[in-house]
Each structure stands twice: as structure tokens, then as C-alpha cells.
């Protein structure tokens, strides 16, 4: 069963920008498309944005589009989200996962914590 570990939140003023990582263990990392997700307060788990197996192909929610950019190292078996422009609606836990569409498909890990002070 792959295991995914997430790192890089942290507290941070708008406008500010953080890079995430997701570490997958495991050897079959560039078989999945790979996604990013976050969960606020109160609210339902949601998706933010997705990768395809070799990196090419890259979609991303409205809320996060333009300030957002997903990328994946496949010989690392590491995908990362560089986040920029950040927002205080940005704040939430945020998790990978393998995915298909927008739906992750996978085990959760247990989400990195990303705060955005206004």
C-alpha cells in the first residue's frame, strides 16, 4: 500500500507563497495521476489541483488557478504544489493523493497545515 507523507505548511501573511511536498513511497509512483487537496474548518474535503503520470497534463480548481502550480518528480517519487499569492481562504489542511479525475483514489496521509494570516 503506497504511503504518502506531506510537508512544507506552514504560517504565512497573504500574499505570501509556500511549496508543498508529498513524498510517495513505494515503486509505482509514475504509474498515477497525482492531486492535491485541502480541508478548512467545517468544510468538506476539496479538491485543488491535479497532475497526469508524466507530468504533462495539469488542471486546477477556479480558486486556485493562476496562483497555483502543480509539478511532480517522478525519480523522487515527489509531487509538489508552489503555491503563491496566498489568501486567508487558502487556509486548510492540505493533502496528495493518487487520483483519478478529481477524486483521490488512495490512502490519505495525514495533511500538512497551511495558515494564512490577513
Known amino acids: 500500500q503506497v504511503q504518502l507523507v506531506e510537508s512544507g505548511g506552514g504560517l504565512v501573511q497573504t500574499g505570501g507563497s509556500l511549496r508543498l511536498s508529498c513524498t510517495a513511497s513505494?515503486?509505482?509512483?509514475?504509474?498515477?495521476?497525482m492531486g492535491w487537496f485541502r480541508q478548512a474548518p467545517g468544510k468538506e474535503r476539496e479538491f485543488v489541483a491535479a497532475?497526469?503520470?508524466?507530468?504533462?497534463?495539469?488542471y486546477y480548481s477556479d480558486s486556485v488557478k493562476e496562483r497555483f502550480t502543480i509539478s511532480r518528480d517522478n525519480a523522487k517519487n515527489t509531487v509538489y504544489l508552489q503555491m503563491n499569492s496566498l489568501k486567508p481562504e487558502d487556509t486548510a489542511v492540505y493533502y496528495c493523493?493518487?487520483?483519478?479525475?478529481?477524486?483521490?483514489?488512495?490512502?490519505w496521509g495525514q495533511g500538512t497545515q497551511v495558515t494564512v494570516s490577513s
Open positions: 493523493n493518487r487520483v483519478v479525475g478529481e477524486t483521490g483514489v488512495g490512502s
Open positions: 513505494g515503486r509505482t509512483f509514475s504509474s498515477y495521476g
Open positions: 497532475i497526469g503520470r508524466s507530468g504533462v497534463g495539469k
